[in-house]
């Protein structure tokens, strides 16, 4: 079956310029994750949805990011008025669990965000 | 607060020989450990996870990994590496408080000496 899909793959963006990444979690998986993966450095996260809630968005660095999640499928991750310091590979994480418990957490390609 | 530790950021090892990658944790809760694998330009792939059951996990590929709670380490070893393992291994940390969100280790970079 279908696995988690991201676009973009590849996003280049001017400083200051605002960029929307799209992910389509596997179908049927209530939670969804957003990590951004600085070059050379593990995933961090940045937010988590249960259904179409936010439950924890800790991880945004600013309130230039902002991720939604309207109907409980899929999600955009939105950053608005970009810097240089937010190239990184964005990567969005879905699993079929409800919190509590410890599924896998399966990964797509992720989006490769350049800002120059 | 959770988080776990690489120690090693890169490990070479001729083809045949084990591995070993080193990984300590620590969490305030009864934590549940993963170790992932990236290959160059492909997501991230799950090897095998730790959730309190047996301490010897065993995961995909031929890897497993041994949890410790005295040592607060969860090591991943393979008898006999192939050049196929070569990339990146992040261990994985996650304490199922709130949320399940993941504490990913900053990586060790597998090199396979033909």
């Known amino acids: 079956g279908a696995g988690v899909s991201q676009s973009p793959r590849y996003k280049v963006a001017k400083r200051g310029q605002d960029v929307a990444l799209r992910c389509d979690p596997i179908?049927?998986?209530?939670?969804l994750f957003w990590y951004q993966q600085a070059l050379g450095q593990g995933p961090e996260f940045l937010t988590y949805?249960?259904?179409?809630?936010?439950?924890?968005k800790s991880g945004l660095p600013s309130d230039r990011f902002f991720a939604e999640r309207p109907e409980g499928s899929v999600s955009t991750l939105k950053i608005q008025r970009t810097q240089q310091e937010d190239s990184a590979v964005y990567l969005c994480?879905?699993?079929?669990?409800?919190?509590?418990?410890?599924?896998?957490?399966?990964f797509g390609p992720g989006t490769r965000l350049t800002v120059t | 607060a959770q988080s776990v530790t690489q120690l090693d950021s890169h490990v070479s090892v001729s083809e045949g020989t084990p591995v070993l990658l080193r990984c300590n944790y620590s969490?305030?809760?009864?934590?549940?450990l993963f170790w992932y694998v990236q290959h160059p330009n492909k997501g991230l792939q799950l090897l095998l996870k730790?959730?309190?059951?047996?301490?010897l996990v065993k995961g995909i590929n031929g890897f497993e990994a041994e949890f410790k709670k005295s040592e607060t380490s969860f090591h991943l070893t393979k008898p006999s590496a192939h050049m196929s393992d070569a990339a990146e291994y992040f261990c994985v940390v996650s304490d199922l408080e709130g949320n399940e969100k993941l504490t990913f280790g900053t990586g060790t970079r597998l090199t396979i000496i033909p």
């Open positions: 949805f249960q259904n179409e809630a936010q439950l924890d």
């Open positions: 994480a879905s699993s079929i669990a409800l919190s509590g418990t410890s599924y896998e957490q399966y």
């Open positions: 730790y959730t309190s059951a047996a301490t």
């Open positions: 969490s305030s809760y009864s934590p549940s």
């Open positions: 179908s049927g998986h209530v939670s």
